[in-house]
């Protein structure tokens, strides 16, 4: 508004000034030109030469966590910048603005912290720098820094109740340590490298994925012991649900909670997910493990890979004999019941944990509700606390799609 009546009252002086012939309105006019005049040449000054530094101070970031950031904004010139409007540009999340201003050769240091809100990738470290005169005629902006990436991982939660069922409630399997054997066995499968030999082709893989994959031979005692694998269904077809409150977040959020408690017992854990791409990671407890399933989970997008049996077959590949498996899906259990002889034939214990879409808003007819002919499976719906629904209770779902009743455990 204070700008709006300075550019009339200027505007309106001079032909006064003509029609009246009066030299004040002539004054007048010729002042406030030069007023506008100064006001345009202090901000385009004001916004050059400066010279910004973004950190991030949060070493590991996780949405729903707290992100800690450190900011640096240098005057580069001899005299001062009043008046500034700073922002830090960020993607996808908002940040605050703050005004302020700097004298000459001099720096500002403040910190920030704001919630990440969502995984993925966060791009930050430029800062929006804009300089206004004092009557509000003019703004410059200008940017300032370096562009940053960073990736915001999967929200976790605490799963201390969480326990593998028996091999009898899971399949044929059997999770129980069993003893060490030295005879050498399939340990998984990688890339080939120029001097594998082609007797250690994996020819069912690499007809899959359509590249050379060899054979990686360990000792039958490693795939006795503690491994599980991790399933996650990303089929656009069966997710339901926007932002946090979808199936596809409670999903990621799941398989990163159930890897993380696990890996943290010092199981070897692997993960499938498909979504908008196939992504493996064989099973193993390297310290660095965990990282590479967050990282691979921060990032997944659902997609068109297919339904949830075709994933799990796929993963059956990677799965050694008396390890288990979790699979979280939204597609009901109908996906999961047509593979689950093959899985029990190759000694697989599985246990689904099955996302109500219907609670997100989904369509039931293509993510059909477990029935009571069905196995019991760990069920979560909208709004559930994740912790406290995985645990060995279970549910058993009514015909008519009705609301479950829950089963807790002797």
Do not use: C
Not at 1 to 8: N, V
Request: glycine share 10%; proline share 6%; no cysteine.
């Amino acid at each position: 508004m204070r700008g709006y009546a300075f550019w009339t009252f200027l505007l309106l002086s001079l032909p006064l000034a003509f029609i009246t012939g009066s030299p004040i309105l002539y004054r007048v006019f010729f002042a406030l030109l030069f007023l506008a005049i100064i006001s345009f040449l202090l901000t385009r000054i004001t916004a050059r030469q400066v010279q910004a530094t973004v950190r991030l101070q949060t070493s590991d970031p996780q949405a729903g966590k707290a992100l800690d950031e450190q900011y640096s904004l240098k005057n580069l010139n001899w005299w001062l910048k009043p008046l500034l409007e700073v922002v830090h540009s960020t993607e996808p999340e908002s940040s605050p603005g703050w005004i302020m201003s700097l004298g000459p050769l001099s720096t500002a240091h403040w910190t920030g912290t704001k919630v990440a809100r969502s995984r993925g990738i966060y791009h930050f470290g430029i800062l929006e720098v804009v300089s206004r005169d004092p009557l509000g005629l003019f703004s410059k902006h200008t940017t300032a820094g370096t562009p940053q990436t960073t990736l915001i991982h999967p929200a976790t939660v605490e799963l201390p109740e969480l326990q593998l069922s028996s091999g009898r409630a899971w399949g044929r399997g059997d999770l129980s340590r069993q003893s060490h054997l030295p005879s050498p066995s399939v340990g998984g499968v990688r890339d080939y490298v120029p001097g594998d030999p082609l007797s250690r082709i994996h020819w069912r893989t690499t007809a899959r994925l359509n590249k050379f994959m060899v054979k990686e031979l360990e000792h039958e005692a490693s795939i006795l012991g503690e491994e599980l694998w991790v399933v996650l269904d990303l089929w656009d077809q069966v997710q339901a649900g926007d932002g946090a409150e979808s199936t596809v977040e409670y999903g990621v959020t799941i398989a990163a909670s159930v890897a993380k408690k696990y890996l943290n017992a010092g199981w070897r854990v692997g993960l499938m997910a498909w979504g908008d791409h196939q992504r493996v990671i064989e099973a193993r407890a390297r310290p660095d493990q965990l990282g590479k399933i967050l990282d691979t989970l921060a990032v997944m997008q659902p997609g068109p890979e297919g339904p949830v049996s075709r994933a799990v077959l796929a993963a059956a590949d990677y799965v050694h004999q008396r390890s288990g498996m979790i699979v979280v899906t939204p597609g009901g259990q109908d996906g999961i019941r047509s593979v689950s002889g093959s899985l029990q034939s190759r000694g697989i214990a599985m246990t689904p944990i099955l996302l109500n879409a219907d609670s997100f808003g989904g369509d039931s007819t293509s993510a059909p509700v477990p029935t009571a002919s069905t196995s019991s499976a760990l069920v979560i719906h909208k709004g559930d606390d994740i912790a406290r629904r995985l645990t060995k209770s279970h549910e058993t779902f009514p015909t008519g799609g009705q609301r479950p009743v829950v089963e807790a455990q002797a």
